[in-house]
């Protein structure tokens, strides 16, 4: 019997039963698997200094085994192999050391201090001496020492720190090129070097603004310049030289420089203050992410191609630097406290990404499906809430919601038209200023006689005791007192017959006799000044 051609040997789409949950498949998402691949330990631990900086050197071939150099207290230590052992100790003359950065050849190491001198060290040898080179220039710590990553100029580096001082050194005469006095207006705490251009390099300040400047223009100024909103703590360049990424309070952003420093994406992951910032590449994908280190303790992962979180690492201290190997195996973070914390990808999993590349090469290679996104409908109750936690972005157009206004209830009844019922709500809150403004506007639609003449027992007695409280005040005494003679007018039987009205009008005949004794005071008082006083004026 033949075989049926007409349908594939395959179904065209998978069961859905047999499939995965999507539970289940965004854990095992590519990211997610790869790095809960690091086996975690401590590098170094047990001293109370702060590690602020981590730098890889550059590989010099796939299988060369990294090098990671770390600033910690008055030295700067180098760590090197698989897995990573402590190679030697450069000291900086007993001085805190900052910012280490290897040379594109990883022959030289460059590293500041707290006085503002930065030396250069052999890094290649495992017993080198003295600094090779002393650069001074700068009167308060230097928090920024980088070599050109471009081009393999091996002869300059560039330098900034806390006085605010920018200068780009000629490295074997120990002179500067140019320096730029000011170059922020607070403290520089971040810089970086393009990987497009080795005359391109950008900083960024406590000033809140970030700066790209070309060496080929020397101190002539900025060639660009933008505000991250925030005190910046950290500037990295992506893999294509074209964005930029910046870090400071709880945001990353990432910024177009060709673009002319047009805002791409902000990123608020963090809790707290962001501290660094660095390039990991992913073996597994071929691709690079850019993670992010704070004093909440985590290190993020981004992938800027899909503008998205893709994976946290939590740790027990608050991280002030974050670096990754250029072969993507290791990652170390170095926390506030003294420990750097490792992660070594585990071997087997190397190993059967190894296996799947040369499998992958067969006929026939099975891909389990992404999970697709449920797309929103009207019969959602999520279509209808979507967009509402979104911020408005730079040059965006806002439309404020006008503020919904309270109105009173008195209000709500003149509209209504329902006179005597303001009227009584007006007196029930004891409000002069209220219930005035409700009788005069009665009188300017000549309601208040009708409104006098329709209040039952109990709300004339409330009218009544208003009038006795507020009658007297000199802001509202000349209508209050016609508004009395008026009720007495009208509701005269009425207040004859209950002894409570009674009460009221010989409480309000008190008051306004009390009132009277205190103006005929008053007048005499006045008598007795004015002579004096015309008297003084001659």
């Known amino acids: ?38 086996r975690s330990s401590e590098l170094v631990s047990g001293a109370d200094f702060p590690v602020t900086d981590l730098t890889f050197a550059p590989a010099a071939s796939a299988s060369s085994s990294p090098t990671l150099a770390a600033a910690w207290s008055t030295s700067v230590h180098l760590f090197s192999g698989d897995p990573l052992e402590s190679l030697r100790r450069i000291s900086v003359a007993g001085d805190l050391a900052f910012s280490p950065s290897f040379r594109c050849d990883g022959a030289l190491l460059a590293a500041g201090d707290k006085k503002g001198v930065v030396r250069v060290f052999r890094a290649d040898k495992p017993a080198a001496g003295a600094a090779l080179r002393t650069l001074r220039a700068h009167a308060a710590e230097t928090r920024v020492v980088r070599y050109p990553v471009a081009g393999g100029d091996k002869l300059h580096l560039f330098t900034a720190g806390d006085d605010a001082l920018l200068t780009y050194w000629d490295v074997p005469s120990e002179t500067p090129v140019f320096s730029v006095p000011a170059a922020h207006r607070d403290y520089i705490r971040g810089g970086a070097a393009s990987p497009a251009d080795h005359n391109l ?19 002539t100024g900025p060639s660009l310049s933008f505000s991250h909103g925030e005190l910046v703590e950290s500037v990295l360049f992506l893999p294509s030289g074209g964005l930029l990424a910046t870090a400071g309070g709880n945001v990353v952003k990432i910024w177009d420089v060709i673009g002319g420093g047009r805002l791409m994406h902000s990123v608020e992951s963090h809790v707290k203050t962001v501290m660094a910032l660095a390039l990991a590449k992913m073996v597994n994908a071929g691709e690079t992410r850019l993670l992010s280190a704070g004093i909440d303790g985590y290190v993020k992962s981004f992938d800027f191609g899909k503008l998205k979180i893709t994976h946290s690492l939590r740790h027990l201290q608050p991280l002030l630097s974050v670096a990754c190997s250029p072969c ?3 990652l170390v973070a170095g926390s506030a406290k003294g420990k750097i914390y490792m992660g070594k990808r585990k071997k087997k999993a190397v190993d059967e990404e190894d296996e799947g590349k040369k499998a992958g090469s067969g006929e026939i290679d099975w891909v389990s499906p992404e999970p697709e996104k449920p797309v929103l409908r009207p019969n959602y109750y999520r279509y209808f809430l979507r967009g509402q936690n979104e911020k408005a972005k730079e040059g965006d157009f806002v439309i404020e919601k006008p503020k919904k206004v309270k109105v009173a209830e008195h209000d709500k009844l003149l509209r209504k038209f329902r006179h005597k019922d303001a ?31 329709n209040l039952d027992t109990e709300e004339l007695g409330l009218l009544l005791e208003f009038l006795r409280r507020n009658a007297t005040l000199p802001r509202y005494a000349r209508f209050l007192l016609g508004v009395a003679n008026k009720v007495l007018e009208m509701r005269e039987e009425d207040i004859r017959s209950d002894e409570k009205l009674r009460m009221h009008i010989r409480n309000l005949k008190r008051m306004v006799g009390e009132e009277i004794k205190i103006q005929h005071t008053l007048q005499g008082i006045q008598g007795m000044i004015s002579p004096m006083l015309a008297l003084a004026t001659r």
Request: charged share 20%; with cysteine.
């Open 1 to 38: 019997m033949a075989a049926d051609t007409s349908k594939p040997f395959f179904p065209a789409a998978p069961n859905q039963a047999l499939l995965p949950s999507r539970n289940a498949a965004a854990r095992a998402s590519l990211d997610g698997s790869y790095w809960r691949a690091f």
């Open 201 to 219: 390099f950008a900083t960024g300040s406590y000033d809140r603004s970030v700066k790209l400047w070309d060496a080929r223009t020397g101190n």
């Open 328 to 330: 993507g195996t290791v």
């Open 423 to 453: 009227l009584v709500s007006a007196l029930i809150k004891n409000n002069p200023r209220s219930a005035v403004a409700v009788m005069e506007e009665l009188v300017a639609r000549r309601k208040l006689v009708r409104c006098i003449g």
